[in-house]
């Protein structure tokens, strides 16, 4: 009896760490792909996103943020900035927006500079803003190319895939080969996780979801001055927004 549990586990442990046919039965067939084929089927199917829901921390300029929001693609947005311990309240409905929020975090990003009473005002009445940044927060399609989730690994001449800022990179000509790293668990569903080093200065990581639709669902970001972490969920789900009453509203 000992011999043949001897035998059995030996087979299981042969199987289970040096059989390709174990990986077979347990890894799906879209994450037996390379990588080029796996972005390929995520970026189609992120192109077709009507909205969704991104949460997370994300660093930019040295600031860590942590944001929760949901958006469009017909520029309608609302959700939660934090940053400090303080957070601010996003609403955006085409070219109208506002913000509401805590002094802490309008001093914070303010730079300290803020007036007190500037600040109560801006706790109890939301600040609509002017065209200018309107066309900045939010932003859909500019969200999708700055964390490249459309165009995954690319950067040429210093600039993110969306051909706008520079980045802490070194040049890269031509894409980055995203590798396949392994299939995980995400909140129960089945994802890929991809991987890149654009420029060799940090690592940058993407979950696709391995059923079809292929969503990004995550994505990670190592640089020390402009990564972060976030998540997408809630796509093609109606955003709704309210415009704040106008006797709460001040202008700029």
């Known amino acids: 009896m000992r011999t043949i549990r001897s035998v059995a586990a030996a087979a299981a442990l042969t ?35 009507t909205s969704l829901r991104v949460t997370g921390q994300v660093r930019e300029g040295g600031e860590q943020y942590f944001v929760d929001l949901r958006m469009d693609r017909e520029d309608r947005c609302k959700g939660t900035l934090r940053v400090g311990g303080s957070h601010i309240d996003i609403r955006r409905i085409g070219d109208r927006a506002w913000l509401k929020g805590e002094p802490g975090a309008f001093n914070r990003l303010g730079g300290g500079s803020v007036p007190r009473q500037v600040l109560d005002r801006l706790s109890r009445s939301w600040l609509q803003l002017d ?25 040429r001449n210093g600039k993110n895939a969306s051909g706008k800022g520079r980045t802490e990179d070194a040049v890269v000509d031509g894409p980055v080969p995203a590798t396949v790293v392994e299939e995980t668990s995400l909140d129960g569903r089945k994802a890929v996780e991809l991987s890149a080093s654009p420029g060799g200065a940090h690592e940058e990581r993407t979950w696709v979801l391995s059923e079809a639709p292929h969503h990004v669902v995550r994505m990670e970001s190592t640089s020390t001055r402009d990564g972060g972490t976030i998540s997408f969920s809630e796509f093609d789900v109606e955003v709704e927004v309210e415009a704040p009453p106008a006797e709460d509203v001040i202008r700029p």
Not at 24 to 36: H, I, L, R, V
Not at 134 to 148: H, K
């Open 131 to 155: 065209d200018r940044t309107v066309t900045r927060l939010c932003d859909f399609d500019a969200l999708l190319a700055e964390f490249e989730v459309v165009d995954f690994g690319q950067r």
């Open 15 to 49: 199987v289970v760490t040096g059989c390709s046919v174990y990986e077979d039965f347990t890894t799906s067939d879209f994450a037996q792909q390379d990588g080029d084929a796996i972005v390929a089927a995520a970026s189609e199917t992120m192109r077709e996103v």
